[in-house]
């Protein structure tokens, strides 16, 4: 399977991962910095939360793990938590705007 498809497989299964407090996806959010897909099928994925002190941190980082090798072609993902560039409400899809009610 081609780099590209596994990646639009995992932005596919990024976009069930939930922050439990807040109803819109951790894609839609913003908080996906970088989805890199080695030849041998392992990712790395950058993502941020939408605060360091996340009491939902490690549920959503193992969510996305466990969701990112369900996918056909991945071999592992190693989900590296970074706080840069700092989040905010910018990132997020006009999706995830309007469906907080920011637009």
């Known amino acids: 399977m081609a780099k590209f498809d596994i990646e639009e497989k995992i932005v596919d299964v990024l976009k069930t ?22 030849d041998s099928g392992e990712v790395n994925i950058d993502m941020t939360l939408t605060a ?4 939902a941190a490690d549920f959503i980082m193992e969510d996305v793990r466990q969701k990112v ?6 071999t592992a ?3 590296h938590l ?15 705007k309007l469906e907080l009610g920011f637009l």
């Open 17 to 38: 991962v939930f922050d439990p407090e807040i109803p819109v996806n951790v894609y839609d959010l913003g908080l996906i910095y970088k989805i890199d897909v080695t």
């Open 52 to 55: 360091p002190n996340c009491p």
């Open 69 to 74: 090798e369900s996918v056909e072609g991945v």
């Open 77 to 79: 993902a190693n989900i």
């Open 82 to 96: 970074v706080f840069e560039p700092e989040w905010d409400r910018d990132m997020m899809s006009e999706e995830a």
